[in-house]
Each structure stands twice: as structure tokens, then as C-alpha cells.
């Protein structure tokens, strides 16, 4: 069994911004024990030899020329916010620090 | 705590993570004109946005081929080795310039790895830092903090985000921890970021503007008292943006951890903010665990495997190492050892040298930059590069060279650039101060001058040619100092002759 604690749920869904009921947190809590006892099984059959695979499609280098290209206008930029100035989108006043 | 005593009982070690907008055209992810890039510096907020910039449902990133060479150019610039094959990575934070919710990097495998850079200190001392990383990543957007107290994040009532800088590639150079600095640290970190900024702007591939932030560094410090062998805690200060604040931001953390820690306290792990201002660091959020970030491979892009060919195609072009650039520079220049050490020293370099490319000559961009800009910049308190451009400057001495300006006007038309006036030549239109060619006018005030001095006039006559001097003093004052005084000075010993 994996050690995926009620806290560590609590904390993840605080990162992803998620509100999750208490209810929520102890099904999450077995659920996400689950799913990293499955990959822990995983890690069991391909050894250090096996390199781990984030792209499986063999392919790299897929790049573009650098040449400018279409620019949404103001109408198009703003279509969809929920607040702004006609230039810059307006959010909430950001409490904490900027990154 | 005073700065040596400091250095008695601790041993500082440095770090640095200087980020490098480059100037592509466009920008890493997306075909959005990128605003590091000179065609676009002006642009209105949010008008250099693509769905990508925006994060968008549904869009997709696909790599700069420009921007990989030039990061590949730069990591070679850098001693690093060019990885064989990288991936993309996804750190994952919610914040409003950051409109995907998250940025895309490189986390475990980065471009380039494993160099160092030789700096020169001003004794001529050569010290190697080691460099840990180069890596690929995209900027995020600027925030306006609305309300409160002047654009600070405390107390404000909203905030204004503009999309234009989402998506800049941008290269992070990151230092292995540097130790033996002692004394030197402040220097070591001035001439650190100067000779990055040195390597980007002979590679061309950024503008490597401190003021515009081109080029941005947080500086780590660490104190442990001597002896020990454990790091201690680091802070990050951020927001360090021009060489002068990196030489303060080092001296004032090595002091404020020492006189914490010399009373018994400890030092957070945490984020610190440079006030150029106040001189002084105040503390930002405490620094996030990687962990949170939950990095993991980015999987709409696909790795990179630079081929060895580019590689080697990319070494052959590098441009000659910073060290070998000064020293070429001053032979070519002819300028003495005091002359240069001057430049050099003001960190004005690279400004004479554009300087001199715009058109100068190297004594003219170096009497320029070392005297009145450097006597201005000091006066105000900022950086010379951010008074004034280079072209400016060779186009003002163009039209000293030309006869249009005398030094004292050139000064007076400086003044102008520098206050936003336009280029040298709209400076002079605007303020009317060409100098007076007008031969007419010129004999005019030269004849009502002889007049006024009959004396004088009789004194010339009489031989006595060192005696002009007034009467030319006297034309220069009516032509209010816009008259060439040799060509009034001939002027005046022709008609006093007549």
C-alpha cells in the first residue's frame, strides 16, 4: 500500500485550486493510493534499463520557422474575459507574491 | 553588520539565476511577434497576443526553431555541454501572467549544461563561475497593481494584466553555488551579470536591456559562519534590475544575514524584493518546494535532439570570448591603459563600442560616455545605457563633427535627447540650436562689436591679435553661443583690418 495521506490530498488540492469535501478527500485518499500502487507495479517490471517514456511517438525536432503570424484583435482578445480596461485584461487583487 | 566584520565570522556563497529574453521574431510556443524583439518594442498592451498567448482552449505550442539556436548558441558561449536530447516540462502554479496555469520549461533536462564563464574584476583578477544549467522557458505577462500604495502588490485594488510578454523565450542561466568570493562578492556579482550580458549582446541574440528587462537576475546568498562545512540557508533576491542593485542587493543580504544570525536568529529559506529606492531587500513569500510545482513532461511538444551537425555549425560561429573582445578592442581603439580601464570600469564598454559602430570615432563615443553621460547618470542616480541611446550619441557628435554644433550646444542638445526630445538632429530643430552659419549675420554682430571697442580695435590694428579675444567673447554672447568662435575669431581680425 502507498503512502497517500489524507494531508497530502488536502495539499494537492489546495495547489490545483480544487475544493474538495471531507467526503471527497477520504475517497480521493484510497483512489489516488490505488492508482500509485498500479504504477509502483509497473516500476517493479521495467527496471533501471528501461527508460521511462514521456513522448510515445519517436519523434523530435518538430519546430517552426521563426516568422510572425496571425495577432487576435482587441474584440477577439477580449471576447471572453469577465473584466477589462479596452487594453489590459483586470483581475482580482492578487494577495501573495508574484512568482 | 558592518561589511568586514560580516566577512570575519561568515562565509558568503553566491548563486545566480539570470534570465535572457531573447529577440527572435517571434516568440517560443506561438507566431506572435514577440515585444523583445526591436520592431515590436512599442506595441500597444495586449496587441502582440495569439491564442497561445492567451492560453486558450485548444492551442497548441510548437518550438522556435530561432529561438533553439540561439539558446544552443548562447549555452556554447557558455562552456556548457548541448544536451543530445531534452524534453519540455510543465511547472504547474496558478497566477494571473500566466494565463495556461502554467509555464513551459525545462526541468530535469535542460539545453545545456555544465560550463563556466572567466570574469575579469577591476584589479584584473580572473575568476571562473561555475555554471550548472542553461534552459529553455517562456515569460509570462506584466501586472499593473492598481490602487493602494503605487503599484505594489500590498494594498491593492486590482490588477491590470497585459499578454504581450506571455510567451517571450527566454533562456535561464542558473550558477553551481560559488564559493571563495569573500570580499569580492558584490564585484563578482556586478562583473557575473555584466559579462552575461556581454556574451548575449556578442551572440545578438538579445538586447540584454537590464531597464527594460531583457535581462533579469535573482541573487542567492548564503552565509555559513567559518569553519563549517554545511551551506546555510539562501535567500533569493529578486528584482534586481541593473548591475549597480546586483553589487548592493549581494552587499546588503551578506549584511542583514550576518547581523541575524550573529544575534543567534536564523534565516528563512524565502523570496526577497530589492528596493532601489531604499537600498534594502524586504522579504516575499517563502520559497516553494519544487515538489509543488509538479513539474512533469510537457506533452504537446515534443523532445529536441539538437543534431551534432547544428552543434558544431553553431561552435564554428561563436564570436570571440569577452576577454579576447576588450583586448582586441583596446589595441584597435589605441586607447592608454587608463583610458580603458575607465570604460571598462564605468561599464561602458559595450555603449562606446556601439557607439563607435553607429559611426564615432572611439576617442569622440569614449569622451562622450566616460564625461557628460556618466556626469549626468551620476548626477540622476541611474545607469548610463538607460539615458541615452548609442545612435543618439554618434549622431550628435556627427553634427559636432560637421560644424552644426559647438561642444557647449552638443551638451545643451543631449540634454534634450535625454529628456524624451527625439533624436539629436529633432532636439536641434526644436530648440533652434544650430550653430550660426549665416556668414551675413556673423560679420554684422562682428562689426557692432569693433564699434563698441574702439580700443580693442586699435590694440588689433596695432598688431596686438591676443586682444580679438574680446571682441569674439563679445559676438559669441550675441550669438547667445551658437557661432563657431575660430571661424568668428578669423572674422574678426579680417574686418578689423579692413
Known amino acids: 500500500m502507498s503512502e497517500i495521506t489524507r494531508e497530502d490530498v488536502q495539499h494537492l488540492a489546495g495547489l490545483a485550486r480544487i475544493a474538495l469535501t471531507d467526503d471527497e478527500v477520504t475517497s480521493l485518499t484510497s483512489e489516488l493510493s490505488a492508482i500509485v500502487d498500479a504504477i509502483a507495479t509497473v516500476s517493479e517490471i521495467a527496471g533501471p534499463d528501461v527508460p521511462a517514456t514521456s513522448h510515445p511517438v519517436p519523434l523530435s525536432n518538430v519546430m517552426r520557422a521563426d516568422e510572425v503570424g496571425e495577432t487576435l484583435s482587441a474584440e477577439q482578445v477580449f471576447a471572453g474575459a469577465p473584466s477589462h480596461d479596452g487594453e489590459r485584461f483586470r483581475v482580482s487583487a492578487i494577495l501573495g507574491e508574484e512568482q | 553588520m558592518d561589511f568586514d566584520e560580516a566577512l570575519e565570522r ?34 500597444e498592451p495586449n496587441t502582440l497576443v495569439d491564442p497561445l498567448s492567451l492560453g486558450l482552449p485548444g492551442s497548441l505550442p ?45 526541468y530535469d533536462e535542460p539545453i545545456a549544461f555544465e560550463g563556466a564563464v572567466e570574469i575579469e574584476l577591476a584589479d584584473g583578477r580572473q575568476v571562473s563561475i ?73 551572440l545578438g541574440i ?26 546555510g540557508t539562501r535567500t533569493e533576491t529578486k528584482n534586481v534590475n541593473s548591475l549597480r542593485s546586483v553589487e548592493r542587493a549581494v552587499r546588503y543580504e551578506i549584511q542583514r544575514q550576518a547581523a541575524i544570525l550573529a544575534a543567534g536568529g536564523t534565516i528563512v529559506q524565502e523570496t526577497r524584493h530589492w528596493h532601489e529606492d531604499t537600498g534594502a531587500t524586504s522579504p516575499g513569500r517563502p520559497k516553494s518546494d519544487a515538489d509543488d510545482y509538479r513539474y512533469f513532461p510537457e506533452p504537446d511538444l515534443l523532445p529536441l535532439a539538437p543534431s551534432r551537425e547544428l552543434v558544431e555549425e553553431l561552435r564554428s560561429q561563436l ?22 580601464q575607465d570604460v571598462v570600469n564605468g561599464d561602458m564598454l559595450h555603449l562606446v563600442e556601439a557607439t563607435v559602430v553607429a559611426g564615432a570615432t572611439p576617442q569622440a563615443a569614449r569622451k562622450w560616455w566616460t564625461g ?75 562689426d557692432e562689436a569693433l564699434a563698441s571697442q574702439p580700443d580693442v580695435l586699435q590694440k588689433i590694428r596695432d598688431g596686438k591679435v591676443q586682444a580679438a579675444g574680446a571682441v569674439i567673447g563679445a559676438v559669441m554672447k550675441a550669438m547667445r553661443g551658437q557661432a563657431d568662435a575660430a571661424r568668428v575669431r578669423e572674422i574678426v581680425l579680417q574686418r578689423a583690418m579692413d
Not at chain 2, 558568503?12 to 526591436?38: D, Q, W, Y
Not at chain 2, 560637421?402 to 552638443?410: C, F, K, P, Q, W
Request: proline residues 5%; glycine residues 8%.
Open chain 2, 372 to 446: 557628460e553621460i556618466a556626469r549626468l547618470a551620476n548626477e540622476q542616480g541611474v545607469e548610463a545605457s538607460s539615458l541615452v541611446e548609442p545612435e543618439h550619441v554618434a549622431q550628435l557628435q556627427a553634427l559636432v563633427d560637421e560644424g552644426a554644433l559647438t561642444d557647449r550646444l552638443a551638451r545643451q542638445v543631449l540634454e534634450g535627447v535625454i529628456a524624451g526630445e527625439g533624436a539629436p538632429a529633432e532636439v536641434v530643430e526644436a530648440r533652434g540650436l544650430k550653430v550660426v552659419t549665416d556668414e551675413s549675420a556673423l560679420v554684422a554682430a562682428v
Open chain 2, 319 to 340: 564570436p570571440e570570448q569577452p576577454v579576447a573582445h576588450r583586448r582586441r578592442l583596446k589595441a584597435e581603439w589605441g586607447f592608454t591603459d587608463l583610458e580603458f
Open chain 2, 130 to 202: 561555475p555554471i550548472e544549467r542553461a534552459h529553455m522557458e517562456e515569460d509570462a505577462g506584466k501586472l499593473t497593481h492598481v490602487g493602494g500604495s503605487t503599484g505594489r502588490i500590498q494594498g491593492a485594488e486590482y490588477s491590470l494584466v497585459d499578454y504581450n510578454r506571455a510567451g517571450v523565450p527566454l533562456v535561464e542561466i542558473v550558477t553551481k553555488p560559488i564559493f571563495g568570493a569573500e570580499h569580492d562578492a558584490p564585484e563578482i556579482a556586478k562583473r557575473y551579470v555584466a559579462a552575461i550580458r556581454d556574451i548575449v549582446l556578442s
Open chain 2, 206 to 231: 538579445s538586447e540584454a536591456r537590464m531597464e527594460r528587462g531583457n535581462l533579469r537576475c535573482d541573487a542567492n546568498v548564503s552565509l555559513r559562519p567559518r569553519g563549517q562545512e554545511a551551506l
Open chain 2, 10 to 43: 561568515f562565509e558568503p556563497v553566491l548563486g545566480f539565476e539570470v534570465h535572457v529574453e531573447l529577440g527572435t521574431r517571434t516568440k517560443m510556443f506561438s507566431a506572435a511577434p514577440n515585444p523583445a524583439h526591436p520592431d515590436f518594442h512599442d506595441a
Open chain 2, 62 to 106: 510548437v518550438v522556435n526553431a530561432e529561438a533553439v539556436r540561439y539558446s544552443i548558441s548562447l549555452g556554447l558561449a557558455l562552456g556548457c555541454e548541448i544536451a543530445q536530447s531534452c524534453r519540455f516540462a510543465r511547472k504547474n502554479y496558478f497566477y494571473p501572467d500566466t494565463p495556461k496555469n502554467y509555464q513551459i520549461s525545462q
